[in-house]
């Protein structure tokens, strides 16, 4: 296994490890996008994520980045899939990149800029490569399809994995992928929610660090 020790990871592995819910605004438009972020920090969810699939959606990420830095907050990029990618979530204030699979050129090009990096797995093919580049969180995705029996079954060999379940999350299967293991929740459609939004709200670190 190589270790990945560098500074920028700590305050993004604490993070991870003291916050259960990530909230993943995807296409809603830059103003949309900020409302929800600002509505996710007001209720005590910090890790936001906005994917960056457009230009409407890059000029999102760099408002919402603006913002967090007024809170002392970071900002990820999402749906990161090439070197290129990386270079423009730097550029519009991104801290860190997410991504739904694991491409070894992403996670240098991320570490290159100064980013920690979330990469996808749904295999312990993936698991393993991951870990052997030095990554202990992963984003399993897609979440629901994988099962909760994914997460306790990959306990097994892979204690040192740190999961952020992603993908059909939301306030009524929250609790059951905690329980199965994940550490995170990565949530998207179901923070247009309000009854939702505040359930996931008062979900609590599993202490998994």
């Known amino acids: 296994m190589v270790t990945e020790d560098r500074s920028e990871t700590a305050w993004f592995r604490a993070a991870l490890s003291a ?15 900020l409302q929800l972020a600002e509505r ?3 209720l ?62 992403v996670v240098s090009a991320s570490r290159d800029q100064g980013l920690p990096t ?11 490569r991951a ?11 897609p979440a629901t399809a994988l099962g909760t029996e ?16 992603t993908g059909g999350i939301d306030a009524d299967n929250a609790a059951a992928y905690l329980a199965a293991g994940a550490a995170v929740l990565g949530v998207g459609s179901a923070l247009e929610d309000e009854r939702q939004l505040d359930a996931l709200a008062r979900l609590r670190p599993t202490g998994l660090r």
């Not at 916050?19 to 996008?33: C, D, E, K, S």
């Not at 979330?118 to 393993?128: D, R, Y």
């Not at 994914?150 to 379940?165: E, K, L, N, S, T």
């Open 19 to 33: 916050h259960p819910v990530m909230a993943i605004l995807r296409g809603y438009g830059p103003r949309r996008t």
């Open 40 to 42: 996710a920090w007001d």
């Open 44 to 105: 005590g969810i910090q890790l936001v994520e906005v994917p960056i699939q457009s230009a409407d959606a890059l000029s999102g990420l760099r408002l919402v980045a603006a913002a967090a830095g007024e809170r002392g907050l970071k900002v990820g990029a999402g749906t990161v899939l090439r070197v290129e990618q990386v270079i423009a979530a730097r550029q519009a204030g991104a801290a860190f990149t997410v991504s739904p699979g694991l491409d070894p050129d």
């Open 118 to 128: 979330l990469p996808g797995v749904a295999t312990a093919t993936e698991i393993q």
């Open 131 to 141: 870990d052997q580049l030095g990554i202990a969180w992963m984003k399993a995705f």
């Open 150 to 165: 994914w997460f306790r079954g990959m306990r097994g060999p892979f204690p040192q994995a740190r999961f952020v379940a």
